[in-house]
Every structure is written in structure tokens, then in C-alpha cells.
């Protein structure tokens, strides 16, 4: 996804031999692998496999820039591109599409029947006392565009992708600083409520207002998103 620099600088091309950007160093030229899947705008892929980016709170892209490069989040690709790039670059890529807002695509029909949509939507908003899963809506936000500093945006992702990553939290090839509220939360979903409440996110259409709600504890079932900004 992130290309990164020093791998442009092998090529050394001239800047006007290069489309999207005028000059190497700059951020437009540092967010060309990113666009290559993600979009020009982060807006992300039709086919699920590459997640919107556009709008998400920087801390969270920082966040995940800074695990894969360094291998604690594992996607080959992206850990390839990222291998050399410096913190402050990553800082630079993440407040770019954080400030990015390109039209949603129109939400998707889920494959799903309405009972499965109805027990992801009850899991979603208001969660399940007797697993001890918190609602989605407690931390991801209202409107499920996030939460300041570093609690991702949902509304826009394709089922596929959210089902994959609710895996990984349960398998630990995702994770996050103690505490792991997302390993807690996936650990207690079972296949079906997995199923369920990926279904139902994906059929949710955009806000209009889709920038991440403010920091707000009160709302949060653990403390989640305040150690290390919450590497999710």
C-alpha cells in the first residue's frame, strides 16, 4: 500500500516522468503506493480487499502504518513497502487521509437474512449483556466513524473485510496494547454473531457527518484507544 521512499529513489526518476506529483519529497509522492489499492482519496476497493482509509483518525492510521512496518501487524505487502519508512513520514500519510472525506460508495446488500441482520443491528447499537460484548457503537462511535485519537471508522467496510479482521483479532494476528478490547470483544463473538454483525455494518450508509466523534470515556466499555493511542 505505502510506497516507500527510498524504493522510489532507486529508480530516480524525474519528477515530471512520475504522474500525481510534482516532486520525491513531498506527500503526494509518498502516498502513491497507498492510492495504488486504497484509492486516490483512500475511499478503498470495491471488492472488499482493500479497506477505506479516507477519513479515519490519524492516531489510528499512524498506528497501523507503525505495525506493519515494524511486523506486529502482518500483510506482506504492506510490510514490504513500509520496511524503511520513518515516523515522521508515517505521521505525514496518516494526517493526509485523515483529512480525506471522497464520496462513499453506496452500501452494499448483504447476504443475509433479516434475522441475521437484526442480531448483527443488536450487536451493533446495543450489545449482548449475557457474552459481555460491548455494542460497537460504544467505542466506534454513533454515526460508526470512530472515535479520537486512534478508534477506526466502520460504516463504509465490506463484510468480507470485517469478518477477516474480527478473525485475526480472535487468532492474534491482529492486536493491540493492553488492554486488547478488541481480542476480548472477538473472542466472544461466535461464528454467527461474527457473520451477523458484519452484515449489518456493511448494509449502513454513509453519515453526513462523517468525521470521528471526539474522545469520549464515559462511553467506553474498557480503556480502550488511551495506552499507546490503542494500536487497533
Known sequence: MFLATPLLAVAAPSAGEVPGFDTLDSVDARVQGCVTCHGRGGQGASNGNYPRIAGKPAGYLYNQLVAFRDGTRRY????????????????????????????????????????????????????????????????????LTGMEPAIPGLVGLRASYIAAQLARWRTGDRSASAPDCMKR????????????????????????????????????????????????
Open 76 to 143: 506482506p505487502p504492506m510490510n514490504y513497502l513500509l520496511a524503511y519508512m520513518p515516523d515522521a513520514y508515517l505521521h505525514e500519510i496518516a494526517e493526509h487521509f485523515a483529512q480525506e472525506h471522497p464520496p462513499f460508495e453506496p452500501s452494499t446488500t448483504a447476504p443475509a437474512d433479516s434475522a441475521t441482520l437484526e442480531r448483527g443491528r443488536a450487536i451493533a447499537t446495543q450489545g449482548d449483556f449475557h457474552t459481555g460484548v460491548p455494542p460497537c457503537m460504544a467505542c466506534h462511535g454513533p454515526r
Open 185 to 232: 470483544v472477538a473472542d466472544r463473538l461466535g461464528d454467527d454473531d461474527v457473520h451477523a454483525v458484519a452484515a449489518w455494518l456493511a448494509t449502513q450508509p454513509a453519515p453526513e457527518n462523517l468525521l470521528p466523534n471526539a474522545l469520549d470515556i464515559a462511553r467506553m466499555p474498557y480503556a480502550c484507544g488511551l495506552v499507546d493511542g490503542g494500536r487497533k
